[in-house]
């Protein structure tokens, strides 16, 4: 605070920010966005290696001898399932009873707000199998998890033929200190969930389910597996959550070990990382890859069945079998053996995974960027909106002017800084003019205020309450009808009467507009910066979309491009975009019916995730950022 | 006047009924900024379920509240929300009362100092016109009726609402001139909560210039009126104790209420300084820092007596200021009562620098505080440091502000 406390430094400082306002503005926001590029660079981007003593320096030597078992369990379990049309439960809990597991089953059943029509699904019942492998050196007090979920047709059934034989092999050996639990899951998510409300006997969803009979203890980390081929040619991991949160980085770090020392190739977001690191080419991947995970991540949707138990303080990943056209094939008991190697690390754990970062992003499986790294991208895009604040800044304080060139934040204000000059040169009753203006107070604040989250609260309550209206009245199905109102009551938004302030006087005068742009530009620097901490990549991604707009917005000067720099600049169209560029770095480019499609699926995803498992992207979009964008909205407007 | 006031109570009312109606109640009496281990409903009602089995409140190692909160809410507990909303409401008018009592007296010195032609011709701008002064009482009790603190602290059932209601009306005791209330209020809200104490100088500096006793230490007449304040506080200090000694029939409430706010054994995370210190010190020098965390309340009383003579009403805004910064368990709800005074020096404020700032880092630490302490408890991503680096941020943000003001009015 020195260096404004020092009239000399203060002054000096404030002709600078209202000088070179705009310059400083437009290179914070390439300094941002330079250094979320410069990111996959390898110096910001250092290794990773593993913290955990427990899981570092110990070896394991794996056995899994039972790759031709997995397959032959496998074989059997596909065929019984095409005979329950289901998940066959009496089978599993036979096999598993078999194998000497402690076996539960847990039904559950769940009524979604509105059908699902990707997944075909509206009414889901379904039973989720378990079996609990006791440890013979504890006392069940602590346990891990290997979950594979059963999904439609014949997908995934290599994965429970593994798991069976695997714990087949487990069930053999005399070393486990903590409980493992095999879990198969059916409806993916909604299984998980209600898996995981059971275990932990809470209901944060309206699941209905029986409770689960069998507990062994504390779950310390989860890897859930997908598998769908006899044999794989790679691995791909996922590790985003629900609302964008990760595991720790050891557990990604275990996995890649093991694949490492297996020989298998291992990828994330489905790209493999190259050897090279300093060539154009390279770096480009990386980026790629970086890109990826901040998109997948900014979703906020969980990227594989592991997402969820995160929510409950559980480090989870999920492991993908892929089988492409590659040469180098490898079969179940590598497969299997690297499952059993990561196992027996996670089983030599003596506390819970904390040494590590949760906090990162990963431009490849072999570096990370860690929180201290990555936050400066996102400080710079907030500094132009401070920047910009402290421009308007003292705008809404009442009082004479007169000694007002003292302080920085009122001197900025260019008509005060104007009825200040004034006010030097001695001209009274200019002075008193101005005094007497009709100043808005905050009152004038109030009615586009409540209009814009009037608004916002619509968006997020309507599109569900009023499906039933909706259908009755128009030709639509309730999935498209829910989709369809989120739409209207969007676009309907900008529409919104313009001009409440009017009601009060003094609103109308331009003082009113920037005390309503300095109010929205801290309300959307709080907002990010709270969205920023808790998931990186949603407050980066819409810091990087609506900080320009947001920053130059004004009701005079070319006011069509600043209004087509707003609408490009609202969370929707993020999403759009974002659906593109998402389908562009996977390189399968969507065209633009294809793209729209996506994200009529991506809108309904959103609902769902919200209602279903309380995903925060949707409610933080429409009871926040859209208000604020809104009340941006009316800057523009403003008359 | 009474009509904005009875409006304004009216909204500040039926936003609480709302709120406890909804289910943010049940989080918002969860947070730990709103609720500390002193305060806390939970821990009123534990001790209440103790009291009605029989067995001593403090017998358990949960309830720190004093006895006659305990007794009062023993009648009271089917009205528990109703008692919090009114003492809500006899706080903001007692402040209002206060304060248009003090612009009375502000604007009769003022207007004295006017007629004697003291003042500087270039202070013309911080004389403060009747129209200014008609409006701050009413944005006194706005301040404190809707200010979201006050409201979370209402709805949590945070007893700390009580002693606030004690304090509002020791200052409406002392600025109407009255010794004996004065006192009163002042030992029940040292009885409360301890901290008060301090307000015993600024009270009696303000009586004293009420009377229009110089305030030298040769002066006889001095020496007596102090004597007899301080002869009435400590009386009824004494009276309230003992009280509370034959209620519950043993001393038991001493240990477990003023040695708990003395020597600060429960670190539970809260927006002070304490628990994250004294969770990292070894034991045994923690006897000693506790001792140089608690100077800090009582410390600045005394240079600030000297500095702030003939200010006592600002003098007793700092020092409640200073009481919600440096006391082992603050609240949202103490720092939303010093808020509250805010606006009797808005006149002061085109002096205040960076006092935008201040408050936006202020606001931004106050939504931080879940976020943190959601990725630090829940999410298990964060840890301690990051929540504490918060709560520094926000007690700097109060300090610097206070001192500035405290800069400008001296």
Redo the contacts between chains.
Sequence with gaps: ?GL??DPHC?RALSRLVVRLNTPLCVLSYVAGLGWFLAMALPPLAPRTYMSENAMGSTMVEEQFPHGERALAYARDFAAQKKKAGGIPVAWLEKTMWGLGLEVYKQPFARTLPFPDESRERYMVKGTNVYGILRAPRAASTESLVLSVPCSEGTQNSQAVGLMLALAAYFRGQIYWAKDIIFLVNEHDLLGMEAWLEAYHDVNVTEMQSSGTLGRAGAIQAAVALELSSDVVTSFDVAVEGLNG??PNLDLVNLFHAFCQKNGLLCTIQGKLQRSDWDTLPAYAHSLQTLLLMVLKQGSGRPQGDHGLF??Y?IEAITVRGINSFRQYKYDMTTVGKTLEGMFRKLNNLLE?L?QSY??YLLPSLSRFVSIGVYMPAFGFLILVLVLK?SLL??GP?P??R???A?????QLNKCEAASAERLWDGDQGAAHAVAEEPRPGLLALVPPLLVCHAAGLALYLLPVLGQRVATQHFPVSEAEAVVLTLIAIYVAGMALPHSAHRALPGGGSDRGWMTLKLLAL?YL??QL??AA??NFSLGFLLAATMVPAAAAVRPTGPRLVLAALLVLSTPAVTLLLGIFLHRELEERPAGLAEGWQLFLQALAEGLLQHHLYGALPFPFLALLTYPCWLLLWNVLCWK | MAAPLVLVVLVAVTLRAALYRSSLAAFISERVEVASPLSAWKRVVEGLALLDLGVSPYSGAIFHETPLIIYLFHFLIEYAELVFMITDVLTAVALYLAIQDYNKVVFKKQKLLIELDKYAPDVA?LIRTPMEMHYIPLKVALFYLLNPYTVMSCVAKSTCAINNTVIAFFILATIKGSAFLSAVFLALATYQSLYPVTLFAPALLYLLQRQFIPIKPKSKSFWLYTMQYAALYLCSLVVIICLSFFLLNSWDFIPSVYGFILSVPDLTPNIGLFWYFFAEMFEHFSLFFVCVFQINVFFYTIPLAVKLKEHPVFFMFVQLAIISIFKSYPTVGDVALYMAFLPVWS?L???L??I??LS?VL??CS??FP??W??WI?????NSNFYYAITLTFNIGQV?RETRRTFTSC
Aim: charged share 15%; aromatic share 12%; glycine share 8%.
């Design positions: 605070m404004l406390s203060r949160q990760l995160l929510r303080h819970r904390h949760f906090f604040i800044g003292g304080r009082g004479p007169g000694l007002h003292l302080d920085l934040w009122m801290l620097a709080a910066s709270c901490l808790l | 701008e006149h404020y085109r002096f620098r960076n935008f700032i936006c606001i931004v939504l931080l976020v943190l959601h990725l829940y999410a298990g991503s964060a610097s």
